[in-house]
């Protein structure tokens, strides 16, 4: 079992940024990839960014250039670090593990861009 927790969320001015943490524990070296999603209200949940372990990284064509994902395999934590929000962000933003045969899904922690 592979358990994830997100953390960092919170309410951010338009033009600002946030760094989300994923923090996960159980079965660790089994992560093949670890990606974000979110979820704003009134629409279906959507692929952000995944960072792989072979140093393979992307980004949805809707926050490119705005949002780094990163990987600290010592604090088994993956983060991300979302610059110039925008009021279209705010969502509920989900880790997302995947092992070779499962995946998991965290709680989700909610971010919301004022103006």
């Known amino acids: 079992q592979l358990q994830l927790v997100e953390s960092g969320g919170g309410m951010v001015q338009a033009g600002g940024s946030l760094r989300l943490s994923c923090s996960a524990s159980?079965?660790?070296?089994?992560?093949?990839?670890m990606r974000w999603y979110r979820q704003a209200p009134g629409k279906e949940r959507e692929w952000i960014a995944t960072d792989a372990n072979i140093n393979h990284r992307n980004y949805a064509d809707s926050v490119e250039g705005r949002v780094t994902i990163s990987r600290d395999n010592v604090k088994s934590t993956v983060y991300l670090q979302m610059n110039s929000r925008n009021l279209e962000d705010t969502a509920v933003y989900y880790c997302?593990?995947?092992?070779?045969?499962?995946?998991?899904w965290g709680q989700g922690t909610q971010v919301t861009v004022s103006s």
């Open positions: 997302y593990a995947v092992e070779v045969t499962r995946t998991y």
């Open positions: 159980g079965r660790v070296p089994s992560i093949a990839a």
